[in-house]
Nanobody, 115 residues
Framework: QVQLVESGGGLVQAGGSLRLSCAASGSIFRINFMGWFRQAPGKQRELVAAITNVGSTNYADSVKGRFTISRDNAKNTVYLQMNSLKPEDTAVYYC?????????WGQGTQVTVSS
């Protein structure tokens, strides 16, 4: 059974930084997608950043230049370095790791940015 365990969320002041981690336990066949989504109260879940198996990255316009996604293939782990955080980044952040057959979600970690 595959489980994704997230860590690194918390409370930070505007302008601060946080690093989220998401580690997959168990085997996922041919991972081709690792990404971070977020959902703020009353809003839909949105893609924040994604990285493919060949290292191509994609970012939401709102986080470009501030967030960096990276991965450790050997550890089946994806990271999200968040710098210059803004109050509007406040949300529950979810990781997703997927292969061609199935995808898995993390449990979510709260990120709160105070002004």
């Amino acid at each position: 059974q595959v489980q994704l365990v997230e860590s690194g969320g918390g409370l930070v002041q505007a302008g601060g930084s946080l690093r989220l981690s998401c580690a997959a336990s168990g085997s996922i066949f041919r991972i081709n997608f690792m990404g971070w989504f977020r959902q703020a109260p009353g809003k839909q879940r949105e893609l924040v950043a994604a990285i493919t198996n060949v290292g191509s990255t994609n970012y939401a316009d709102s986080v470009k230049g501030r967030f960096t996604i990276s991965r450790d293939n050997a550890k089946n782990t994806v990271y999200l370095q968040m710098n210059s955080l803004k109050p509007e980044d406040t949300a529950v952040y979810y990781c997703k790791i997927a292969g061609p057959i199935s995808g898995y979600w993390g449990q979510g970690t709260q990120v709160t940015v105070s002004s």
